[in-house]
């Protein structure tokens, strides 16, 4: 069983009632991935520091601490591929992995500290030094010294070129695996001192998969419920499990229904939306407003790609001057209401002149 939770247990990602990636004993999808490490472990040759990227919510960090427990539970690895990485849940390692108490392994993370009221904005670092202490020694059992980034976008400047000093010159036997949901706009010179690992977004089945076979306390969903997260998911399990909320599905459902008839815009309930949309903690609920409208966008440049591109392009624009401006609303704590009237106007106008 995944170690329990106390009430200031809490980390950048986490899932209600869902265990977190360093808890999970299986990886659904990403064979390739995984046999791409089971070769390198099995070659002798295991590259120091891997960039595993990719969307998010997909198991990348489910991936990297699978390796981690796979290396620390076996210090010596047989010369031949192993065909699975996978470690038994009741083996110490796991256990240790589980609950980051593993002497050999440090997740680099935001995460609370004990007496905060909220989760850090950014792994500053201080924190970064304190994880990257772990080089300085000598690991047990001559195994492996192992750093997971989860993610590398939470790294500040600071803490970045901490981590890429280490990355430049590793310690023997040390490995660091760096997720990354846009490793495009990481330091270039931490992209080029690792192996790039790019793992796409999972099948609905897989997600399908995945959810139903979540253990408790969650609850398996209705399987109307259940098809419906997995279809509007795009590959992503964290992204499934906020459409089971029923406040996110109903938000969607909204806003599917607004842009039915973008073409005419009802301003009343686009003004409700906006209202809703502009609390302090509405940010998941903004966020599956904007994955609605680019899956409209989307559906809308499919159904019409037979039109010349120049028609097309003014959708493509919206999406474009949408996502600068959520950025720049999220990093200067900007009222998001004008963002979801200016959306939907230039939505409109765009599917017009389209």
Not at 27 to 36: D, N
Not at 81 to 92: E, F, I, K
Not at 258 to 284: Q, S, T
């Amino acid at each position: 069983m995944p170690p329990e939770r106390t009430a200031d247990d809490a980390e950048a990602g986490d899932l209600a009632d869902v265990p977190r990636p360093r808890e999970s004993a299986t990886l659904v999808g990403h064979a390739a991935a995984e046999a791409a490490f089971a070769g390198a472990i099995a070659s002798g040759r295991l590259h120091h520091a891997w960039l595993i990227g990719g969307p998010q919510g997909i198991g990348k960090a489910t991936l990297a601490y699978r390796v981690a427990r796979y290396l620390l539970a076996n210090p010596d690895p047989d010369p031949a591929p192993p065909r699975s990485l996978a470690v038994d849940p009741a083996h110490p390692v796991a256990r240790k992995v589980a609950a980051l108490s593993h002497p050999n392994l440090v997740a680099l993370r935001r995460h609370r500290l004990p007496g905060a009221k909220a989760l850090p904005t950014k792994i500053g670092v201080d924190a970064a030094r304190r994880a990257l202490d772990l080089f300085g020694a000598t690991a047990g059992n001559a195994g492996y010294r192992i750093c997971i980034v989860d993610s590398a976008e939470d790294l500040n400047p600071n803490s970045a070129n901490a981590l890429l000093k280490m990355v430049e010159e590793p310690p023997p036997h040390s490995l660091f695996l760096i997720v990354s949901h846009a490793p495009g706009r990481l330091l270039p010179t931490i992209r080029s001192r690792c192996r790039a690992l790019a793992l796409r977004p999972l099948a609905e089945a897989e997600v399908t998969q995945v959810l139903s076979g979540l253990p408790a306390p969650f609850r398996a969903p209705e399987a109307a419920s259940l098809a419906r997260a997995a279809a509007l998911s795009e590959g992503s399990v964290a992204r499934a499990v906020a459409m089971l909320d029923p406040a996110t599905a109903g938000l969607v459902t909204e806003v599917e229904a607004l842009l039915a008839g973008i073409e005419r815009p009802d301003w009343r309930r686009i003004l409700a939306l906006a209202e809703k949309l502009a609390g302090r903690d509405a940010e998941p609920l903004f966020e599956a407003s904007l994955d609605t409208v680019y899956r409209f966008v989307s559906s809308e440049l499919d159904r019409r790609r037979a039109e010349p591109p120049a028609r097309l392009a003014a959708l493509v624009e919206v999406c474009d001057k949408t996502a600068r401006a959520a950025r720049e609303a999220a990093t200067y704590n900007l009222d998001r209401r004008p963002l979801v009237l200016s959306l939907f106007g230039d939505l409109a106008g765009a599917v017009r002149a389209a």
